[in-house]
C-alpha cells in the first residue's frame, strides 16, 4: 500500500532552523521515500510499510535531541505525489 505524509515540525526554541533542517536532511538519506518540502510542511511518499519505520526512527532522533517540539503527522492512504 502506498502512502503519503505531511509533516510539520515546530521546535520550541529561539533558533528552531536547524532541528528542522536536520530532520529533513535526515529523511533525504533515505533512498526508499520521495521526500519534498516546501515552506510549510514536508512530503513524504512511499510504500507504508517501508515510510512508517524509517519517520518512527527519525522522529524518535529528532525527539532524543531533548529539544522541545511539536510534530504534526497526515497520513493518507494514497499516493498524491502525482498531485501538485
Known amino acids: ?6 509533516l510539520s515540525m515546530y521546535p520550541l526554541k529561539e533558533h528552531y532552523e536547524a532541528p528542522i533542517l536536520d530532520f529533513i ?4 538519506q533515505h533512498p526508499e521515500l520521495e521526500v519534498r518540502t516546501n515552506g510549510m510542511s514536508t ?3 512511499g510504500a507504508y ?3 512508517m519505520p524509517i519517520l518512527q526512527k527519525e522522529i524518535k ?3 532524543e535531541a531533548d529539544i522541545p517540539m511539536s510534530i504534526v503527522c ?3 492512504n494514497v499516493d498524491t505525489s502525482g498531485y501538485q
Not at 500500500?1 to 505531511?6: D, F, G, P, R, V
Not at 536532511?25 to 533525504?28: A, C, Q, S
Open 1 to 6: 500500500m502506498k502512502t503519503s505524509i505531511e
Open 25 to 28: 536532511n535526515r529523511l533525504h
Open 43 to 45: 512530503q513524504v511518499f
Open 49 to 51: 510499510d517501508q515510510v
Open 61 to 63: 532522533t529528532s525527539f
Open 74 to 76: 497526515k497520513i493518507l
